[in-house]
C-alpha cells in the first residue's frame, strides 16, 4: 500500500522556480541599497539557546509567550528556532567584540526566522526577515538614515506610492513607566469594556493594548492619557531633530501616537511602513530605537537601532502591484538545439561561448530528438534566442539563430562571430 504522501509543515513554504526569481530580485535590489549605504553583512546561527529569546525579547511578549520553537537537543539543551535577528545580532556583536569601546556598526542579515503563528497570507510560520541593526550611535541622523535607505528601497522597488511611513516616539523608561501606570490606573477602571487580549496585557504587557484592532478597545483609548504629555525633553528632542532630517530629504510621514512595537526592548524612536495592500498583514518593514537592549543582555550600554523587513510581504505586494519587472522572469539568454549527430559540436560551442562570456546564461538541450520538439522547449525556457546546430552548420562552422520573441528570420553566423553578435544583442 502507498504511503501516505509527506507534506511541509503548516506555514512553511517552498519557494518555487518562477517565485525564486522574485527573490533574488528583490534581494539583489535590497543589497545594492545596503551596499550603497555602506553596511555589511553579517550571518548568525539560525539556533540558539533558548535563554537569548527570553531575556532579550522579554517574557511576557507574544513571541516568546506562545510563538517561539522551543525543543530539547540530545544533550537535554533548551533551544530555539530564532524568531527575529535581533537578539542573535546583538549576541554576536558582543561574543566577537564588534561593538567594545563604543566601535560603530551597521550590519544586516537575511534569513528565515520561526513563529508559531496562524499562518494566512502574509503570515506564516517559517518567514523571510532583512535585518539591519546598528550600533554605537546615539543621535537621531542614524535614526534618519535607516529610514532613508528604506525609502529609497521602494522608489528602487517602484512601490512608494504605496506604503506609509507611521512614526512615534516612546521617550525614555522612565517616560514609558509613568506612562505605563497612568494608562494602567484608566484601563483598570474600565477594565470591563477591554477586549480579552487586551485585559491580559493590562497586567504583562500595557503598552501593546495601544494596538489593539479591537474597536471598542480603540474608543476606549480616545480619552486615555496621552503618551504625549509623558515624553522626556530628551526623547522629544531626538524626536523633533529626527523629523527635520526627514523634512529636509523630503520622506513624508504620519505620527502615529499609538504606534508600539511588540517586543520589550524599544525605546525612542519607532517606525513601520504599512500598506494597504496587504490586508490585515500590513506591515512590510518596522524598527526602531533599542538602546538599553546591549546592556540588558549583559553588555555594556550601547545606543543601537534597526529594522526588519518581512520578505514574503514585500514579494506579495511586488506581485499585488503589477511591479516585477518582466526581464526578472526571464533565467536564459540562449537555449541551444542540435542534432544528435552533432552532439558532441554542440557541447564544445557552449563551452566556448561560456568562456568568452561569463556572464552568459546558456542552456543546452539535452538528449536530442526531433527538432520541433527541441524548439518547443527553447519556447518554453524563457530564452532570447535559439542557437541551432545541424550538420549543415557544422560543414560550414556556422550557427543557425531564432530570434524567440520577435518570430524574426532565422539568420546563421560565423561560430567565431557568434560571441560578439550575442553581447551586442543582449546589451542592446
Ligand atoms: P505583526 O504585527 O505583523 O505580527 P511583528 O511586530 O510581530 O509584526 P516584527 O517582529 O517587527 O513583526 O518583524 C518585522 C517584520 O517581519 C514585520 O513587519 C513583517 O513584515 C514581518 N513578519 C513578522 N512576522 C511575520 C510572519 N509570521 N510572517 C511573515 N512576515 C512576518
Ligand atoms: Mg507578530
Not at 33 to 38: A, I, N, S
Not at 327 to 337: A, E, G, I, N, T
Request: aromatic share 8%.
Amino acid at each position: 500500500m502507498a504511503q501516505d504522501q509527506i507534506k511541509a509543515l503548516t506555514g512553511m513554504n517552498d519557494v518555487l522556480p518562477g517565485q525564486s526569481q522574485v527573490w533574488r530580485y528583490l534581494e539583489g535590489q535590497v543589497k545594492a541599497v545596503l551596499d550603497g549605504f555602506g553596511y555589511q553583512e553579517i550571518r548568525m546561527p539560525i539556533v540558539e539557546q533558548t535563554n537569548l529569546f527570553k531575556r532579550s525579547i522579554g517574557e511576557v511578549t507574544d513571541i516568546v509567550e506562545k510563538e517561539m520553537y522551543t525543543f530539547n537537543d540530545r544533550s537535554d539543551r533548551s533551544l530555539t528556532l530564532r524568531p527575529e535577528g535581533t537578539a542573535s545580532c546583538v549576541r554576536a556583536c558582543d561574543e566577537h567584540q564588534l561593538i567594545a569601546n563604543n566601535k560603530r556598526q551597521r550590519l544586516w542579515y537575511m534569513g528565515p526566522m520561526f513563529r508559531y503563528e496562524r499562518p494566512q497570507k502574509g503570515r506564516y510560520r517559517q518567514f523571510h526577515q532583512i535585518g539591519v541593526e546598528t550600533f554605537g550611535m546615539a543621535s537621531a541622523d542614524i535614526d534618519a538614515e535607516l529610514i532613508i535607505m528604506t525609502h529609497q528601497l521602494w522608489q528602487r522597488l517602484n512601490i512608494r506610492e504605496k506604503v506609509t511611513l507611521e512614526l512615534n516616539t516612546l521617550g525614555s523608561s522612565e517616560a514609558r513607566a509613568n506612562f505605563k501606570a497612568a494608562l494602567v490606573d484608566y484601563l483598570s477602571e474600565r477594565k470591563d469594556q477591554l477586549d480579552e487580549d487586551s485585559q491580559r496585557r493590562l497586567s504583562t504587557n500595557p503598552l501593546r493594548i495601544l494596538d489593539s484592532k479591537n474597536a471598542q478597545t480603540q474608543a476606549l483609548l480616545n480619552d486615555a492619557p496621552n503618551f504625549q504629555d509623558y515624553i522626556d525633553e530628551e526623547s522629544a528632542e531626538h524626536f523633533s531633530h529626527l523629523r527635520a532630517l526627514l523634512d529636509a530629504v523630503g520622506v513624508e510621514y504620519v505620527i502615529n501616537p499609538r504606534l508600539v512595537r511588540g517586543l520589550d526592548y524599544y525605546g525612542k524612536t519607532v517606525f513601520e511602513w504599512v500598506t494597504n495592500e496587504l490586508g490585515a498583514q500590513g506591515t512590510v518593514c518596522a524598527g526602531g530605537r533599542y538602546d538599553g537592549l546591549v546592556e540588558q543582555m549583559g553588555g555594556k550600554a550601547t545606543p543601537a537601532v534597526g529594522f526588519a523587513m518581512g520578505i514574503e510581504r514585500l514579494i506579495l505586494m511586488l506581485e499585488a502591484m503589477d511591479a516585477v519587472p518582466e526581464h526578472v522572469l526571464s533565467y536564459v539568454d540562449v537555449y541551444l538545439v542540435s542534432e544528435l549527430e552533432v552532439a558532441d559540436k554542440a557541447m564544445v560551442l557552449a563551452a566556448k561561448l561560456r568562456e568568452q562570456m561569463p556572464n552568459l546564461r546558456l542552456q543546452m538541450h539535452m538528449g536530442g530528438g526531433k527538432m520541433k520538439k527541441q524548439m518547443k522547449q527553447a519556447n518554453e525556457s524563457s530564452a532570447r534566442f535559439a542557437f541551432i546546430l545541424g550538420e549543415n552548420e557544422i560543414a560550414n562552422g556556422q550557427v543557425s539563430i531564432k530570434d524567440l520573441r520577435d518570430n524574426a528570420e532565422q539568420i546563421s553566423l560565423s561560430q567565431d562571430e557568434a560571441a560578439n553578435w550575442l553581447t551586442e544583442q543582449l546589451t542592446a
